[in-house]
């Protein structure tokens, strides 16, 4: 035992005191807020320019463009400036009526594809074209005399332009168009005005009631109810998404480097040297130990600091002290999981280059909850199918977090379980990594294969 501390304190030290260690520490959040910053800088610095669109207006009587035009007019004297600074934040929309084409097929293609080449040029930005019958706001189906909402493009508003993903127009001519369209039924229904009726009145009628995301209701320790407190859907998703990237960052992190230094220390001979006054056995578990404490430690650093920002700003609920406990115990089995299983592959290739191939399936089994699980069980964390995976063992320590991390968390029994099931897998990979690291660290010249791995742990 005592070989084997002096092995975990060694590649423990040797690890935190190099400077790619204390680079990655400061390294990893100033990436982080820097993605935030930037995105918030890419925003702030929006194209401004003044951008021009074509207006096709199909109506009888052209009635609708003159209400856009005259939202256009307000919104860019009023609405494109920072109410603080006065800057302009959003472009001024100059809107350029076009006369529309012949309502037939042939010449209403013929225009689309004039404006295109003329947007295509610089002229426009974009183009709209209104459809003719956008007033009509239902057609009768002669089979079942059944209102319908008509989807033709006569009764539809189309947009055109050589970038569609631009959607401050697309949005700010909706809800323009809209309303306006809105207007002219009502204005020209005999029916509401007979009975009376006002659109301000059907408008506020119509006004949605706001719908507010509560947790459930508890008693308190002196048997008070204590009201159900407001949840962040953002937060919600942050908090698991967050516990299950920085588990898997601690995993490469970690486990990364010994994989290294034993491919190393294998090509340099110096693990001939080693074996010459410790079992391969105490060497690998020394080397697994000192890898667990260095991820500890950036762990700890990170959820450190976590916790302290959430306190500082009112999420302490959404950070839990027992949350980050279990978040230590499944990252620790995580660790001796994973851990033995890159030192294992560490020991029985022959370079970095087959090191690599050999990573590239326990890296996939890895990332899988990331990529694929995360989000279905986020959304619905006590569901069958999130429930069954996160007692997948080489699942349950990201998942499991997951779950427990989703407000009101999972029954105690089932992250018990999982642990379990974990400590029994994590046990079976250090004992079979350990075999593999007896014969793989000795052997020279050609690589191992998969068959050879499972030769080596069931024959030794």
């Not at 609405?79 to 309502?103: G, H």
């Not at 949005?171 to 006002?198: S, Y």
């Amino acid at each position: 035992m005592h070989k084997i501390l002096v092995i975990a304190v060694r590649e423990y030290r040797a690890a935190v005191r190099t400077k790619a260690f204390v680079i990655s520490l400061v390294l990893m959040p100033v990436l982080m807020g820097s993605s935030i910053g930037i995105s918030a800088l890419v925003q702030k610095l929006e194209d401004v320019k003044d951008k021009r669109f074509a207006i096709v207006d199909r109506t009888p009587g052209q009635t609708l463009f003159p209400a856009l035009e005259g939202a256009a007019k307000v919104r860019n004297e009023h609405l494109i400036f920072d109410p603080e600074t006065k800057k302009q934040i959003k472009s001024v929309f100059l809107l350029e009526r076009i006369n529309p084409s012949a309502d037939i097929p042939e010449s209403i293609n013929q225009q689309r594809f004039e404006l295109s080449e003329r947007v295509q040029k610089g002229e426009f930005f974009g183009f709209l074209e209104i459809g003719p019958n956008v007033y009509d706001f239902s057609t009768a189906d002669p089979a079942t005399e059944s209102p319908l909402i008509a989807v033709s493009d006569r009764s539809t508003i189309r947009y055109q332009s050589s970038k569609p993903n631009y959607g401050d127009f697309f949005r700010w001519v909706d809800k323009v168009a809209n309303a306006a369209i809105e207007r002219k039924r009502f204005a020209d229904n005999p029916a509401l005005k007979k009975a009376g009726l006002d659109l301000t009145d059907i408008q506020h009628m119509q006004q949605p009631v706001p719908l507010r995301t509560k947790g459930l209701t508890k008693m308190d320790a002196a048997g008070h109810i204590v009201d159900a407190s407001d949840e962040s859907q953002i937060v919600n998703f942050l908090v698991p998404a967050a516990l299950i990237t920085l588990m898997f960052m601690m995993i490469m992190i970690g486990a990364t480097p010994p994989m290294q230094g034993v491919v190393e220390e294998k090509i340099l001979r110096i693990a001939e040297v080693l074996l010459g006054s410790v079992r391969p056995f105490e060497l690998m578990l020394g080397k697994l130990l000192g890898m667990i404490a260095v991820s500890l430690t950036a762990a700890a650093i990170y959820l450190g600091g976590s916790f302290y920002l959430a306190h500082r700003y009112g999420y302490t609920e959404y950070v839990r002290p027992d949350l980050l406990a279990w978040f230590l115990v499944y990252m620790v089995l995580a660790l001796l999981m994973y851990g033995s299983m890159f030192i294992a592959i560490g020991a029985s290739a022959t370079d970095m280059k087959e090191a690599q191939a050999l990573l590239m399936p326990v890296t996939m089994i890895a990332v899988l909850p990331m990529v694929v699980l995360m989000a279905p069980i986020i959304q619905d964390p006590r569901s069958p199918m999130a429930t069954a995976a996160s007692f997948i063992p080489p699942w349950t320590p990201m998942l499991m977090m997951a779950r427990q991390a989703v407000p009101p968390g999972v029954p105690l029994w089932q992250p018990i379980l999982g642990m379990a099931g974990v400590i029994g897998m994590s046990l079976a990979c250090v004992y079979a990594a350990g075999r593999i690291f007896r014969v793989g660290l000795l052997m020279q010249g050609k690589g191992a294969k998969w068959s050879d791995l499972a030769r080596w742990v069931f024959r030794g």
